[in-house]
């Protein structure tokens, strides 16, 4: 919650995030908090956050087959466009998980390019 207050996420913050990632798992819930800091504190994060970001929800959206669900791309997508800007970091993520998905759904082809 302090992150939000204070309005930027510091590099302890950081890597405290990765270390319960490394813990306990990506969930939806943490993949949520995750696409959540960026939405809000855009350009206020240190370049250390895109990879934790990256790193997880690239492990989260993907499924053992690598494929990418409709169910997973279309949470994906309302959490990526809660703040109606697609950013940097937001496409860098849409490209890794083109380039390493062997499925997903057409929408998910040409979104955010």
Partial sequence: M?????GKVSEKEVQWIRDSIARFGVNERTATFLL??????SGHVPPSFHDVFLD?????VLDEQKVITPDRWSWLKGNLLKDDV????????????????RGMPDEM???GS
């Fill in 2 to 6: 302090s992150i939000f207050e204070v």
């Fill in 36 to 41: 959540d800091v960026n939405n809000l504190l």
């Fill in 56 to 60: 997880s929800l690239t492990t989260f």
């Fill in 86 to 101: 697609i950013d940097g970091v937001e496409r860098e993520l849409l490209g890794r998980l083109r380039d390493a998905a």
């Fill in 109 to 111: 082809r040409s979104f």
